[in-house]
C-alpha cells in the first residue's frame, strides 16, 4: 500500500483560501488515482473531488465544485486541494486517499473503492 501524509491545515477566516498536501510514498504514485475527503464532528465523512492518474480526468461533489481545486504533480508524488472562499461549514479533518485503480468512470466518492488513507489535517474556518 501506498502511505499518505496530508499537510496544510489550520485556522482561516471565512472568505480566506488554503491549500492541502498529501505526499505520497511507498509504491509508484503514478498507479492511484486519488481523492479528497472531509469529516466535520458529528458527521459522515464527504467525498470531495477525484484526480485519476495523469491528472486530465477529474470530479467534483457539488457543495465544492465552484471553489474547490484537486491537482497532482506526479514528479513529486503530491496531490492538492486548493480551497477558495472558505466558510465556516468547511470546518473538518481533511483526508487523501489512494483509489485502488489508476482510473474509473462512475463511483467516484465509494470509500470501498480506496486502499490507502492519510492520517487527515485540521482545517478550520472562523466567522
Known amino acids: 500500500q501506498v502511505q499518505l501524509v496530508e499537510s496544510g491545515g489550520g485556522l482561516v477566516q471565512a472568505g480566506d483560501s488554503l491549500r492541502l498536501s498529501c505526499a505520497a510514498s511507498?509504491?509508484?504514485?503514478?498507479?492511484?488515482?486519488m481523492s479528497w475527503f472531509r469529516q466535520a464532528p458529528g458527521k459522515e465523512c464527504e467525498f470531495l473531488a477525484y484526480?485519476?492518474?495523469?491528472?486530465?480526468?477529474?470530479n467534483y461533489a457539488d457543495s465544492v465544485k465552484e471553489r474547490f481545486t484537486i491537482s497532482r504533480d506526479n514528479a513529486k508524488n503530491t496531490v492538492y486541494l486548493q480551497m477558495s472562499s472558505l466558510k465556516p461549514e468547511d470546518t473538518a479533518v481533511y483526508y487523501c486517499?489512494?483509489?485502488?485503480?489508476?482510473?474509473?468512470?462512475?463511483?467516484?466518492?465509494?470509500?470501498?473503492?480506496?486502499?490507502?488513507w492519510g492520517q487527515g489535517t485540521q482545517v478550520t474556518v472562523s466567522s
Open positions: 486517499a489512494a483509489d485502488r485503480l489508476r482510473d474509473r468512470s462512475t463511483r467516484y466518492g465509494d470509500s470501498q473503492n480506496f486502499g490507502s
Open positions: 511507498g509504491r509508484t504514485f503514478v498507479n492511484y488515482a
Open positions: 484526480i485519476n492518474w495523469n491528472g486530465r480526468k477529474t
